[in-house]
């Protein structure tokens, strides 16, 4: 059974001048246990207000929206669910230790069980010599680590995470995103991520959803969205005019890029006919791969198309 499951999901809001305003026209997706999903989308593409039905902050004006099988309207839903909003602030007077206690009894955990969880997440996040230090210390990659660490003290089914690696270095980021394919893989726990930097997104996620307009404009597991284009990158020596004028004459467009040719062909066999022409020219053939999309070009794709509307 899918932990996250949503249906049909429209909210239209009233604006300031009484005009109605759609925000979601009708989205569906779904999140099943040990999954990481991504959420994406422009801004004002619907994905800040589905996570506040996920919560519970606001309700859907149609459709359906669960969490563990029960209704997103019932508080139960969100009680095994970890949440960390963009810009989430925690007081500065307080300790590591002292975050984590106040956001575990708020959970229901006891003082033993908090105590143990507590340093084994601190260690976890990188943060373990700095439990005893006040967060007005830290900088904003240690509070955003200090956050996802809050998020999953009670041990959570369900993690709604928004932009969780925003100000945290490279290092940091390939540790939290460890720690996040750790906590599905391992643990079953199903996360719902939001973030902009696409690069994240697709190392981090198994699927995804870009939101447009309100709907899902394209959704499908990193791989299917990236899938390889009649594109091919050639590394080749030596490689002169006339072999580049040897291709075009067959129809393939030719870019030299750093070094290597970017070769667009029409098929395998056109392929082919390429790399016959080039053994023919005495040129040595190194290194041919295809090329593949990246999400962010799916999606600066998607805003174009939308743009041009």
């Not at 949440?83 to 959970?107: C, D, N, V, W």
């Not at 750093?258 to 040129?283: E, F, I, K």
Request: hydrophobic share 40%; aromatic share 4%.
């Amino acid at each position: 059974m899918n932990v996250i499951e949503v249906r049909g999901l429209r909210k239209t809001y009233k604006s300031t001048l009484g005009k109605r305003v759609t925000a979601l026209e009708g989205i569906d997706f779904d999140v099943a246990p040990g999954e990481l999903f991504g959420l994406l989308g422009p801004n004002g593409a619907g994905k800040t207000t589905t996570v506040k039905i996920l919560l519970g902050l606001t309700r859907a004006t149609e459709g359906t929206a669960t969490i563990g099988g029960l209704p997103v309207s019932d508080p139960e839903s969100r009680r095994r669910v970890g949440y960390l909003p963009e810009g989430h602030k925690i007081p500065g007077y307080l300790t590591a230790k002292q975050a984590l206690s106040i956001f575990g009894r708020m959970s229901g955990m006891t003082s033993a069980d908090l105590t143990a969880r507590s340093k084994e997440l601190l260690d976890v996040v990188g943060l373990g010599a700095w439990g005893d230090v006040r967060v007005k210390k830290f900088s904003k990659g240690m509070t955003q680590r200090l956050g996802l660490a809050c998020a999953l003290v009670h041990r959570p089914t369900v993690l709604l995470l928004d932009e969780p690696t925003d100000g945290v270095d490279p290092v940091g980021r390939r540790e939290i995103r460890d720690l996040l394919q750790h906590q599905a893989r391992t643990d079953g726990t199903a996360v719902l991520l939001n973030s902009h930097l696409l690069s994240e997104i697709e190392l981090t996620c198994d699927r995804v959803a870009v939101l447009r307009r309100g709907k899902v404009a394209v959704a499908g597991r990193i791989e299917e969205l990236t899938r390889t284009t009649a594109q091919y990158r050639m590394v080749a020596s030596p490689v002169d005019e006339n072999l580049l004028a040897a291709f075009r004459e067959t129809g393939a467009a030719v870019e030299r890029v750093n070094g290597h040719l970017v070769l667009s062909v029409h098929d395998l066999q056109h392929l082919n006919t390429l790399v016959d022409r080039t053994r023919s020219a005495g040129v040595m053939l190194s290194e041919l791969t295809p090329v593949r999309s990246t999400l962010e070009d799916v999606f600066v794709d998607l805003v174009r198309t939308e743009a041009a509307q």
